[in-house]
T-cell receptor, first 110, second 115 residues
Framework: AQSVAQPEDQVNVAEGNPLTVKCTYSVSGNPYLFWYVQYPNRGLQFLLKYITGDNLVKGSYGFEAEFNKSQTSFHLKKPSALVSDSALYFC????????FGAGTRLTVKP | DTGVSQDPRHKITKRGQNVTFRCDPISEHNRLYWYRQTLGQGPEFLTYFQNEAQLEKSRLLSDRFSAERPKGSFSTLEIQRTEQGDSAMYLCASNPLGGSQETQYFGPGTRLLVL
């Protein structure tokens, strides 16, 4: 069965600095990988996904993610963090059903 | 298109009571999913529908849980004889009919507290 791991519970960055939120996955077939963001007391908002093609995927709010097949990773990145990016970020992999990681809390400090 | 909606947004109940949640998916989305999210965890799959047919149920879905989507549009999730361990956020998502590459769009969730 598919699974994802988010090795960091918390990531802290200063506003204006680049950010990376890590995700590794395990699937038996072709991976369909997703990133979602969750603000307090809200549902999940879709950011981006990798299905096939270019390993660098661009998504909403300036986020991008790099698919690395050899390292089975799909890290979320942003060149310049904003305070408003502070939220909970979930990586997910979908083979049959969707499996989510435990989440990474991103805090961007002014 | 107003997105996925869920009602109520919050529910407080006493142990042993029954509760029912409603989800209205994005119109024309054939597939509808229910998830449960506890504090500090990612969403966990409970069940999904393709139109009115319930195609898969997780082992997390005990006998006290039942879900319906009678007309292939909105769905309800009922929990009978609630327990304190049922306290969680219940999320609904939908996507068009398609393969695993389809994006699931989530509602705002229903937060349940069982006292």
């Amino acid at each position: 069965a598919q699974s994802v791991a988010q090795p960091e519970d918390q990531v802290n960055v200063a506003e204006g600095n680049p950010l990376t939120v890590k995700c590794t996955y395990s699937v038996s077939g072709n991976p369909y990988l997703f990133w979602y963001v969750q603000y307090p007391n809200r549902g999940l908002q879709f950011l981006l996904k990798y299905i096939t093609g270019d390993n660098l995927v661009k998504g909403s709010y300036g986020f991008e993610a790099e698919f690395n097949k050899s390292q089975t990773s799909f890290h979320l990145k942003k060149p310049s963090a904003l305070v408003s990016d502070s939220a909970l970020y979930f990586c997910a992999v979908r083979e049959d059903d969707m499996r989510f990681g435990a989440g990474t809390r991103l805090t961007v400090k002014p | 298109d107003t997105g996925v909606s869920q009602d109520p947004r919050h529910k407080i109940t006493k142990r042993g009571q029954n509760v029912t949640f409603r989800c209205d998916p994005i119109s024309e989305h054939n597939r509808l999913y229910w998830y449960r999210q506890t504090l500090g965890q990612g969403p966990e799959f409970l069940t999904y529908f393709q139109n009115e047919a319930q195609l898969e149920k997780s082992r997390l879905l005990s006998d006290r849980f039942s879900a319906e989507r009678p007309k292939g549009s909105f769905s309800t999730l009922e929990i009978q004889r609630t327990e304190q361990g049922d306290s969680a956020m219940y999320l609904c998502a939908s996507n068009p009919l398609g393969g695993s590459q389809e994006t699931q769009y989530f509602g705002p969730g229903t937060r349940l507290l069982v006292l």
